[in-house]
C-alpha cells in the first residue's frame, strides 16, 4: 500500500505531465505547477527537489503512457509484421487522439532539452535506444520465423522507422496536417512489405 507522500507525488505527476508536454521545462512556471495540482509551493517542494526533478518525472509518465498505447495495440499481434503495422497504426490514430494533443513527449524534450538539460536529454537518450531495441527485437523475432528476409539490416530499419514516425509527429503537430503522419505511416507499411520472405 502506497504511503500519503507516494500518492501525492504520483498526483503531482500526474497532473502536471500535461503541462510540462505542452510549455517544456522552461515554459512551465511554478505557478503552472500550483495551478495544475491546487496544491501550495510547500507542498509541491515537499516532495521534489526542484522544478527539474517534477519535470524529469513527468517526461517518465508521458513517455510511458505514450508506450503503453504502443504496447496494447500490437498485444492483439501474433506476427512480427502484425505488430510492426500496429505501430504505424498507432500513430496514424496518435494525430486525433486528445490524450496525445501536445505531441510526442520525446520530440518534445529532446528538441528543448538538447545542450541545455543533461538530465532529461540522458532521459530522452535512454528511452530512444529502448524503443529501438523493442523495433530490433521484433524484426529478429520475424528474421527467425521466416517472415522476414535475411539479409534485412535491423538497427538501419528500426532507426528509419523511428525518425519517419518522430518526424512525422513533429511537423503534423506544427502544420495541424493530418496527411503529415498518414503517408509516412503507409511509406512505412510498404518498406514493411518490402522485407517480408517470398
Known amino acids: 500500500m502506497s504511503t500519503k507522500a507516494e500518492r ?3 498526483f503531482i505527476i500526474e497532473k ?3 503541462v510540462f508536454n505542452q510549455k517544456g521545462v522552461v515554459g512551465t512556471s511554478l505557478s503552472d505547477i500550483t495551478e495544475a495540482t491546487g496544491l501550495t509551493k510547500g507542498a509541491i517542494y515537499g516532495n521534489f527537489a526542484d522544478k527539474e526533478e517534477v519535470a524529469l518525472a513527468a517526461f517518465e509518465y508521458n513517455v510511458d503512457k505514450v508506450f503503453s498505447g504502443l504496447a496494447e495495440a500490437m498485444s492483439h499481434e501474433v506476427t512480427a509484421v502484425g505488430k510492426l503495422k500496429a505501430v504505424t497504426g498507432f500513430y496514424r490514430e496518435y494525430f486525433t487522439a486528445d490524450k496525445y494533443k501536445y505531441g510526442c513527449p520525446m520530440a518534445n524534450t529532446a528538441t528543448e532539452c538538447d545542450d541545455t538539460h543533461p538530465a532529461l536529454q540522458a532521459k530522452v537518450k535512454g528511452r530512444y535506444f529502448k524503443w529501438r531495441k523493442g523495433i530490433e527485437m521484433i524484426l529478429n523475432e520475424g528474421i527467425a520465423n521466416g517472415e ?3 539479409d ?6 528500426a532507426n528509419l522507422m523511428i525518425v519517419t514516425i518522430q518526424g512525422s509527429i513533429v511537423v503534423s503537430k506544427a ?3 493530418e496527411s503529415f503522419v498518414a503517408a509516412p505511416m503507409d511509406f512505412l507499411d510498404s518498406v514493411i512489405e518490402s522485407y517480408k520472405q517470398d
Open 175 to 177: 502544420t495541424a496536417d
Open 8 to 10: 501525492t507525488k504520483a
Open 148 to 150: 522476414f528476409k535475411h
Open 16 to 18: 502536471t505531465s500535461p
Open 152 to 157: 534485412l539490416d535491423v538497427k538501419a530499419f
